[in-house]
């Protein structure tokens, strides 16, 4: 049995698009090429390292499980639901609030 892709720069890509950044935006913050950032956003969960899908995590305001598990949120073919742009909209805000609470918790007093 094959075993299922996790389809990460799908995902990221969905992350992005909703925060409202360009790929050139990520890729300049990432300090690589377009066309690399382009490639990252086209690959499965083999070709991508742990650092830098932390990276990007931190870039997109989120964290490394909602740019794995993403694709798991159902969301209509024809556009949006829009019980499924609210549960996008809320992990996004919970993963940024979260982000705001743990960098408030490291830097110095």
């Known amino acids: 049995m094959k075993e299922d892709k996790i389809p990460i720069g799908e995902?990221?890509?969905?992350?992005r698009n909703r925060l409202g950044y360009s790929q050139e935006y990520v890729a300049g913050r990432l300090g690589i090429s377009k066309q690399r950032y382009r490639q990252l956003e086209n690959e499965e969960q083999d070709s991508i390292t742990m650092g830098r899908l932390s990276e990007i995590a931190f870039i997109l305001e989120t964290d490394i499980e909602t740019l794995i598990c993403l694709h798991k949120v159902k969301f209509s073919k024809a556009g949006f639901q829009q019980g499924d742009s609210q549960v996008l909209h809320q992990l996004i805000q919970t993963q940024q609030e979260l982000i705001i609470a743990l960098k408030g918790k490291t830097s110095p007093e």
Not at 11 to 15: A, S
């Open 11 to 15: 995902n990221i890509r969905l992350v």
